[in-house]
């Protein structure tokens, strides 16, 4: 079956670290792949996201590449903030299954000043 | 362009009390979807709307839980009579005809006690 697989978390970095967060999937024809972050007592916003393979989306700095061949779609930064503190969820779609999401489980990311 | 609204944005009741929440999606999106996130989880689908149509429901505890669409536009979950383990936000999301993309709106935190 279809399914997303990211690194555990919380991920603790001091501020203007390099941030890699790591997302592979497993899906049946070809998905889009999206990270969408969840800022504290807030909903989901969409961050960036990719169609195609060799497609790199970026937004606010952050940036991921979709990998078809190690089937990965890892979310890269290379300077953090503490005001990037969030979870963050990889996650798939495909038009087959009615475009609804396969959500990763999340990943907390703490930085400290 | 506004976004998804959802009201409230908090409620708080007793167990076998009863509670409705409210979705306006994004103008012209013609697909809705409700969620239950549980803190600490990744978002979970209850139902995806196309129109007025149900397209899924499969994950929608029925004996508690019914949502309706009635116009095509906004739409309405409610849960009677509530349980403590129904505590969660209830998060509310669109999609354009024929795009992959889901908005999420901010959320309604529901606590039972």
């Known amino acids: 079956g279809n399914s997303v697989t990211q690194m555990e978390g919380p991920v603790t970095l001091s501020e203007e670290a390099f941030l890699t967060i790591n997302c592979t999937y497993t899906?049946?024809?070809?998905?889009?792949l999206f990270w969408y972050v969840q800022y504290p007592g807030e909903g989901l916003q969409l961050l960036l996201k990719?169609?195609?393979a060799d497609d790199k989306g970026s937004n606010k700095g952050f940036e991921a590449t979709y990998r078809k061949e190690t089937t990965s779609f890892h979310l890269e930064k290379g300077s953090v903030q503490v005001s990037d503190s969030a979870v963050y969820f990889c996650?798939?779609?495909?038009?087959?299954?009615?475009?609804?999401?396969?959500w990763g489980a999340g990943t907390k990311l703490i930085i400290k000043p | 362009e506004a976004g998804v609204a959802q009201s409230p944005r908090y409620k708080i009741i007793e167990k076998r009390q009863s509670v409705a929440f409210w979705c306006n999606p994004i103008?012209?999106?013609?697909?809705l979807y409700w969620y239950q996130q549980i803190l600490g989880q990744g978002p979970k689908l209850l139902i995806q709307?196309?129109?007025?149509?149900?397209?899924?429901d499969s994950q929608l505890p029925k004996d508690r839980f019914s949502a309706e669409r009635l116009k095509g536009v906004d739409s309405t979950l409610k849960i009677q009579p509530a349980k403590l383990e129904d505590s969660a936000v209830y998060l509310c999301a669109s999609r354009p005809r024929g795009t992959d993309t889901q908005y999420f709106g901010p959320g309604t935190r529901l606590t039972v006690l």
């Open positions: 103008s012209g999106h013609a697909t």
């Open positions: 990719a169609t195609k």
């Open positions: 899906a049946t024809g070809y998905p889009s």
């Open positions: 709307f196309q129109n007025n149509g149900v397209v899924d």
């Open positions: 996650a798939l779609t495909l038009m087959d299954s009615n475009y609804q999401l396969i």
